[in-house]
């Protein structure tokens, strides 16, 4: 079972939600196209064992679009600060994981380590897109104002990948991914809004804290290829393909990703939150 909550900032309030445990913290981040919810079956599979909480960024889910200005690190420490002070790991998925390499600069005595699903990195150079990937660009361009169809294209990019056919996914996990993008679509909150203005990819060497990332083989060529040179650059950093998935596998196996979390954890050796 999990307990909800609200935390009040300026020009905003953060929903977020926790699975208690009996030890440690892990944070878990989501990414620009869902929100706290897609975490759900993760975090249950973590706990009891440690602590998950989940939250949404203001404009995802049940937290509002701000009406001040923010940063999403300072949103995060906040949530953290609820728990305690110790160093927690932070899971992020996509912009998740850029939030999590943000903090790793800003805060690192806030972070335990790292696990970055298929991130994104803020100052990381231009995506180069394939042809396959481009034709998605371009259907959603013109997709202009129709929310529906612009969720619909998304949702197949993201969910069952740009060389897989639409509906690969089905069932409850489609139908979440498209419940939750179709939120922040409605919303329209600025896509940058909230940015803490780093450039973690030129500052890679700093981040000193055990980091596993992973990304899906149905995922963006472009999104696998930077997710593997930012594990060969972070100095404890290592990479693992997730087979059979793209961009969001904690929604259709939640369960792999448990397991990807709870072997990072247990890597830390004999004060672990995971032992082996």
């Known amino acids: 079972m999990s307990e909800r909550f609200a935390i009040r900032r300026e020009g905003g309030e953060l929903a977020g939600e926790c699975w208690q445990g009996t030890s440690g913290l892990v944070a878990l981040l989501h990414e620009g196209i869902a929100d706290r919810r897609g ?18 960024r203001r404009g995802y889910g049940e937290s509002p679009v701000s009406t001040a200005p923010f940063t999403h690190v300072d949103d995060l420490v906040a949530v953290l600060d609820r728990y305690g002070t110790e ?3 932070l899971v992020g998925a996509s912009a998740g994981g850029l939030l999590a390499l943000d903090a790793a600069l800003s805060v690192p005595d806030r972070v335990a380590g790292l696990v970055l699903i298929a991130p994104a990195v803020s100052g ?16 959603i361009d013109a ?9 619909r294209l998304e949702t197949w990019l993201w969910l069952d990948g740009p060389s897989a056919p639409q509906g690969r996914v089905g069932g409850q ?47 963006i060529p472009f999104i696998r290829a930077r997710s593997k040179e930012l594990a060969s650059r972070l100095p404890r950093g290592s990479y693992q393909e997730l087979p059979g998935v ?13 397991e990807l979390i709870r072997a990072a ?5 004999p004060n672990g939150l995971y032992r082996t």
């Open 39 to 56: 975490w759900q079956q993760v975090a249950g599979h973590l706990a009891p064992a440690v602590t998950a909480v989940a939250y949404d």
């Open 87 to 89: 160093p927690a790991w």
């Open 124 to 139: 990381a150079p231009e995506a180069e897109l394939d042809q396959v990937t481009k034709r998605f660009e371009t259907l």
């Open 143 to 151: 997709a202009g104002g129709d929310l529906r169809e612009a969720n």
């Open 173 to 219: 996990a489609r139908a979440l991914a498209l419940n939750m993008n179709a939120i922040i679509l409605g919303n329209g909150a600025p896509e940058h809004s909230g940015s803490a203005g780093l450039r973690a990819w030129d500052r890679l060497e700093e981040i000193q804290v055990p980091a596993t990332v992973a990304c899906g083989q149905l995922d």
């Open 246 to 258: 793209a961009h969001q596998p904690y929604l259709e196996q939640p369960w792999q990703i448990t």
């Open 265 to 269: 954890l247990a890597e830390t050796g």
